[in-house]
T-cell receptor
Framework: EAGVVQSPRYKIIEKKQPVAFWCNPI?????LYWYLQNLGQGPELLIR????????DSQLPKDRFSAERLKGVDSTLKIQPAELGDSAVYLC????????????FGPGTRLTVL | AQSVTQLGSHVSVSEGALVLLRCNYS??????LFWYVQYPNQGLQLLLK??????LVKGINGFEAEFKKSETSFHLTKPSAHMSDAAEYFC????????????FGQGTELSVKP
């Protein structure tokens, strides 16, 4: 069974440019998460989807970040415009939902903003 | 509110020695607790989880953790370290009405000396 797929794996852009990350969760997982991981720190939740509905986006900086999960499967996270401080790893995870279920993580997208 | 504190950002052990990574949590509701491992340039992989069943939880690769409610701890141990155990380890908590949102600690980098 394929795991969580993310692309691209690495992205280097100049500040003020837009960037987008794509995630394909494990088949059948209705819950999808985007986490931000800064260097030397644990991941922090940006947004959680239940099917196609964003049910927790309280930590998403909505002035420059946006996300969508059309048809409740794949998801895209966008930053426009990117700032130097956005340099980090963006992790996507999926699960069957609920607090006790395992979240399966993708390899992440490492973003460098110059 | 929930939080996790991992004591020691870096732990170094000799091959064959005991591994002990410390995790303390704070939660106003019965917690679910997780240990994840992250190898360089990879996503997070679940080692083990506590979901209110047995307090001593066994995971993959010989790791185990014991849930101690009185001490609000969930320390990770392995009797004998192997070179391949060198990685970043994250403790995380979820529960209540957070919908599976994981709150991660800062992480502990484990080094294994030959």
């Amino acid at each position: 069974e394929a795991g969580v797929v993310q692309s691209p794996r690495y992205k280097i852009i100049e500040k003020k440019q837009p960037v987008a990350f794509w995630c394909n969760p494990i088949s059948g997982h209705n819950t999808l998460y985007w986490y931000l991981q800064n260097l030397g720190q644990g991941p922090e939740l940006l947004i959680r989807y239940e099917n196609e509905e964003a049910v927790d986006d309280s930590q998403l900086p909505k002035d420059r970040f946006s996300a969508e999960r059309l048809k409740g499967v794949d998801s895209t996270l966008k930053i426009q415009p990117a700032e130097l401080g956005d340099s980090a790893v963006y992790l996507c995870a999926s699960s069957l939902g609920g607090a006790g279920n395992e979240q399966f993580f993708g390899p992440g997208t490492r973003l460098t903003v110059l | 509110a929930q939080s996790v504190t991992q004591l020691g950002s870096h732990v170094s052990v000799s091959e064959g020695a005991l591994v002990l990574l410390r995790c303390n949590y704070s939660s106003s509701v019965p917690p679910y607790l997780f240990w994840y491992v992250q190898y360089p340039n990879q996503g997070l992989q679940l080692l083990l989880k506590y979901t209110s069943a047995a307090t001593l939880v066994k995971g993959i690769n010989g790791f185990e953790a014991e849930f101690k409610k009185s001490e609000t701890s969930f320390h990770l141990t392995k009797p004998s370290a192997h070179m391949s155990d060198a990685a970043e380890y994250f403790c995380a908590v979820s529960g209540g009405n957070q919908g599976g949102k994981l709150i991660f600690g800062q992480g502990t980098e484990l080094s294994v000396k030959p």
